[in-house]
T-cell receptor
């Protein structure tokens, strides 16, 4: 079982809907990440939070809005998504963001389908 | 069985055989390397890591070898089992400016035949 919990596991939404993805970890990690993964491809980094502050935004469209309410929680707010945004959205955490030798630990993702 | 991760994305082995998954990494400044296993419908699972000051590290049934001269990383799985069937990703980690960057390989799909 993964120590990073993501909800929901599956989400189907229309292009005009607003929804949120949630991620939680209780490992005391201070870095949290959002990734997007298309089928048969490696994960692509979207956002990095370090000590609850946004450190990296990999030029992600504004229809994706991350939020880190506290050190254990990470949200991804979705609005007006496009069909090409259908993918597996993965959350990960690590002890620190800039420290060496820091494996990221992943949740099982939210499978998002945009109609 | 053996594969080159970037050029042969699928590796098929018999149960009980040893598997070798290879990865050519891109940046000589990378100082940390990780192998992940991703089963269908799940997120990447950390398997083993290695620092650049080492050339070999062993875990339970897995060994990672690092050859910095040719920028090559391999994952060896001993006595491969059906539960090892998954996509395996290598990733290299390095400092880029003020940030730590993780660069993923394209992945190798391992199929274990009973």
């Amino acid at each position: 079982d993964t120590e990073v919990t993501q909800t929901p596991k599956h989400l189907v939404m229309g292009m005009t809907n607003k929804k949120s993805l949630k991620c939680e970890q209780h490992m005391g990690h201070r870095a949290m990440y959002w990734y997007k993964q298309k089928a048969k491809k490696p994960p692509e980094l979207m956002f990095v939070y370090s000590y609850e502050k946004l450190s990296i935004n990999e030029s992600v469209p504004s229809r994706f809005s991350p939020e880190c309410p506290n050190s254990s929680l990470l949200n991804l707010h979705l609005h007006a998504l496009q069909p090409e945004d259908s993918a597996l959205y993965l959350c990960a955490s690590s002890q620190e963001y800039r420290g060496p030798n820091q494996p990221q630990h992943f949740g099982d993702g939210t499978r998002l389908s945009i109609l | 069985g053996e594969s080159v991760g970037l050029h042969l994305p699928t590796l098929s082995v018999q149960e009980g055989d040893n598997s070798i998954i290879n990865c050519a990494y891109s940046n000589s400044a990378s100082d940390y390397f990780i192998w992940y296993k991703q089963e269908s419908g799940k997120g990447p699972q950390f398997i083993i890591d290695i620092r650049s000051n080492m050339d070999k590290r062993q875990g339970q049934r897995v060994t990672v070898l690092l050859n910095k001269t040719v920028k090559h990383l391999s994952l060896q799985i001993a006595a491969t089992q059906p539960g090892d069937s998954a996509v395996y990703f290598c990733a290299e980690s390095l400092y880029a400016g003020n940030n730590r960057k993780l660069i993923w390989g394209l992945g190798t799909s391992l199929a274990v035949n009973p």
